[in-house]
């Protein structure tokens, strides 16, 4: 398991993440809010983590949040699989712990392998 997240991994560019949220799919898990596309490409899944604004007015709390969010979706990227454009948005009014994350991060991938799974057969 390579537990890094380099950045062939990070999704950029307007093109790709306006296609992401023109296409996606989306769903809930906790605190974490989450839209995601499948590429038939087989590359690396790349991922968008988003804290707003509105919610967080210090830039402190929502790098923080950032990066508990990036860390539990490197920790665990081998459940969702190759070929997947993801944006993570937080959406809760408070700050949640390291552990809040990792649990929501983990049902979310877990979901995200299951309904597309469901659209193949």
Same mark, same amino acid.
Request: proline letters at 4%; hydrophobic letters at 40%.
């Given at each position: 398991?390579? !537990?890094?997240?380099? $950045?062939? @991994?990070?999704?950029? =560019?307007?093109? !790709?993440?306006? @296609?992401? &949220? =023109?296409?996606? $799919? %989306? =769903? ?14 087989? !590359? ?11 919610? &967080? +007015? ?18 665990? +990227?081998?459940?969702l699989g190759p070929g997947f454009d993801v944006v993570f948005i937080y ?8 552990? @809040?994350? &990792? %649990?929501?991060?983990? !049902?979310?991938?877990? $979901? ?6 469901? @659209?193949?057969?």
């Amino acid at each position: 398991m390579d !537990a890094t997240l380099p $950045k062939t @991994e990070r999704l950029s =560019g307007t093109k !790709a993440v306006s @296609e992401l &949220f =023109g296409r996606g $799919k %989306a =769903g809930v898990c906790g605190c974490l809010r989450y839209k995601y596309l499948h590429r038939a490409d087989g !590359a690396p899944s790349r991922i968008v983590v988003s804290v707003p604004k509105r919610s &967080f +007015k210090r830039a402190v709390k929502r790098n923080l949040l950032k990066r508990r969010i990036r860390e539990a979706y490197r920790r665990q +990227k081998d459940l969702l699989g190759p070929g997947f454009d993801v944006v993570f948005i937080y959406i809760l009014p408070s700050l949640a712990t390291y552990d @809040e994350v &990792f %649990a929501d991060m983990t !049902a979310a991938l877990r $979901k995200i392998q299951a309904l597309d799974s469901e @659209e193949v057969k």
